[in-house]
């Protein structure tokens, strides 16, 4: 669970934020400022070495986990799975509003 001392910057989140739905930053800027975070290594060690080691060759369900453990939930299979529809739900456009709320809703710090 995130906290004052382990939460990532605004800036951070707002990068892996518009990766994720967008797609207008890339991947591997996403990882250098995840890599820059000073607490990523102790609240998602795992994470940590694989974006390390891979870069931007990761998966993007990674940076999926990535983005749940930061907001103190669990990065489980069913929430990767929900997380990976709604992006996919927000770029191809119909219903894209509903999936961004979808989407806040899911990743709100608990």
């Given amino acids: 669970m995130t906290n004052e001392r382990s939460a990532p910057s605004s800036t951070t989140i707002s990068l892996l ?3 994720l739905l967008d797609g ?3 991947k591997e800027k996403v990882i250098l ?3 820059a975070e000073p607490t990523f290594e102790s609240v998602a060690p795992p994470f940590h ?3 390390k080691a891979v870069g931007a ?4 369900e990674a940076l999926m986990a990535v983005r749940l453990i930061f907001s103190g939930h669990k990065a489980d299979d069913a929430s990767i ?3 990976r529809d709604l992006c996919a739900r927000i770029r191809q456009g119909p219903d894209a509003e509903a999936a961004r709320a979808s989407y806040a809703e899911l990743v ?3």
Avoid: E
């Fill in 17 to 19: 934020d518009r990766y």
């Fill in 24 to 26: 207008d930053v890339s």
């Fill in 33 to 35: 400022a995840l890599l």
């Fill in 49 to 51: 070495r694989a974006l």
């Fill in 57 to 60: 060759r990761a998966a993007d």
């Fill in 81 to 83: 799975g929900r997380m």
């Fill in 108 to 110: 709100a710090s608990s």
